[in-house]
């Protein structure tokens, strides 16, 4: 599975991006997805998760300003990202697993098997 994102760039505190992950392959869709990111200096968190069924799983810190959706005809998954702050600034990474669900590995890096090529966030006024 290829997986291309998209959508990351420059934006002031409060403004709001869009980021899309849009794999090659339909099982994309059945599996577990998730949206990493990596700040310089610091490792690579979960920023939210997505499984088949149920509902996503948000990291607190962006609990109430970003939201997941999947268009399963596109294989692509969306990630609407407002009331951006300066602390959101990273690069963020699509991951997708071979596996609808690995449990507590669906939060951490080792539970995925594809990942893109990462798109750079920066908030700053």
């Known amino acids: 599975v290829q997986l291309q994102a998209s959508g990351g760039g420059l934006v002031q505190p409060g403004g709001s991006l869009r980021l899309s992950c849009t794999a090659s392959?339909?099982?994309?869709?059945?599996?577990?997805m998730a949206w990493f990111r990596q700040a310089p200096g610091k490792e690579r968190e979960v920023v939210v998760m997505?499984?088949?069924?149920?509902?996503?799983y948000y990291a607190d810190f962006v609990q109430g300003r970003f939201a997941i959706s999947r268009d399963s005809d596109k294989n692509t998954v969306h990630l609407q990202m407002n009331s951006l702050k300066p602390e959101d600034t990273a690069v963020y990474y699509c991951?997708?697993?071979?596996?609808?669900?690995?449990?507590?590995?669906?939060?951490?890096?080792?539970?995925?098997?594809?990942w893109g090529q990462g798109t750079q966030v920066t908030v700053s006024s």
């Open positions: 991951a997708a697993s071979s596996r609808a669900t690995r449990g507590s590995d669906d939060y951490r890096v080792s539970g995925y098997d594809y």
């Open positions: 997505l499984r088949w069924s149920g509902s996503p």
């Open positions: 392959e339909r099982s994309f869709n059945r599996n577990v």
